[in-house]
């Protein structure tokens, strides 16, 4: 059974950090695209950050291009999203993705907020 149970949200002042992980069971990470994405209120669902099953390729949103790391731990068979200098506007709730199967994690909250 494929699952995902995202962690690591919390309140953190601006120019803060975090690491949310998205650990997984019933698959493998490295043989699957993950993905995070992020619904901040009164905002639809937008895509975050993504690694590639082939060749461990990311890619981001521009809103976070250069701020938050995407990767993957094949021994805790875990995808991190690692957050740095976090903003005010990066508050959501962020979930991990699975496309194929169109698998969601259950969502963790992130506040950013002096």
């Known amino acids: 059974q494929v699952q995902l149970v995202a962690s690591g949200g919390g309140l953190v002042q601006p120019g803060g950090s975090l690491r949310l992980a998205c650990a997984a069971s019933g698959f493998t990470v490295i043989r699957y695209t993950v993905t995070w994405y992020r619904q901040r209120p009164g905002k639809e669902r937008e895509l975050v950050a993504t690694i590639i099953s082939v060749g461990s390729i990311t890619t981001y949103a521009d809103s976070v291009k250069g701020r938050f790391t995407i990767s993957r731990d094949n021994a805790k068979n875990t995808v991190f999203l690692q957050m740095n200098s976090l903003k005010p506007e990066d508050t959501a709730v962020y979930f991990c993705?699975?496309?194929?199967?169109?698998?969601w994690g259950q969502g963790t909250q992130v506040t950013v907020s002096a």
């Open positions: 993705f699975r496309p194929a199967g169109n698998y």
